[in-house]
């Protein structure tokens, strides 16, 4: 099945610092998603992004489909940014995801 | 709309028990699918739909089973519950190649 890496696994921010998050497949996908699990366990859609840019407020994305990685960036974090970011994509029927990157944003 | 439902949020089970995760979808999504995340993991693909009628395992679908007899519903069965599959299971939809919707999760403990 189609490998999906998320780097760094970890990340600690002061407040109001910028941030960048990697997530890499080793196939061709139909479509990508980040999603930001909450410390309460609930997934929130951030981004559905099978290729390009896309901005939210403080937060964006980039796909480069061709070369098989998306990035997303936080700008000026706050602390509810905290909580593990999920990369995941959809290949062959079935959406797998990445292990997940934890940001933790002190203030 | 209420999006994706799961019921119940929480339950512990005993050893060697039976119960049924229910999951319910309102946006007539044609795909449904089963995740359990264990403590500090990431999402592991149970089992999935393409539509009523037709399931498929995905990677962990051992100790469970599914059914989907109308578009909106997709249960899991877990039939005699062991201690692993003590997890937080969720459930989604989606359009074919769509974006994807989670349920707020149901926490199992078996004890």
């Known amino acids: 099945g189609i490998q999906v890496e998320q780097s760094p696994p970890d990340l600690i921010l002061q407040e109001g610092a910028n941030s960048t998050l990697r997530c890499n497949f080793s196939?061709?996908?139909?479509?990508l998603q980040w999603f930001h699990q909450n410390p309460w366990g609930q997934l929130i859609n951030l981004f559905y992004i099978p290729s390009g840019t896309k901005q939210n407020g403080r937060l964006s994305a980039t796909t480069v489909a061709t070369e098989r990685y998306s990035l997303l960036y936080i700008s000026s974090s706050q602390t509810t940014d905290s909580g593990v970011y999920f990369c995941a994509v959809y290949n062959d029927y079935k959406l797998s995801f990445g292990a997940g990157t934890t940001v933790t944003v002190r203030a | 709309n209420a999006g994706v439902t799961q019921t119940p949020k929480f339950r512990i089970l005993k050893i060697g028990q039976s119960m049924t995760l229910q999951c319910a979808q309102d946006m007539n999504h044609n795909y449904m699918y089963w995740y359990r995340q264990d403590p500090g993991m990431g999402l592991k693909l149970i089992y999935y739909s393409v539509g009523a009628g037709i399931t498929d395992k995905g990677e962990v679908p051992n100790g469970y089973n599914v059914s989907r007899s109308t578009t909106e519903d997709f249960p899991l069965r877990l039939e005699l519950a062991a201690p692993s599959q003590t997890s937080v299971y969720f459930c989604a939809s989606s359009y074919p190649r769509g974006e994807a919707f989670f349920g707020q999760g149901t926490r199992l403990t078996v004890v």
């Open positions: 196939d061709s996908v139909n479509n």
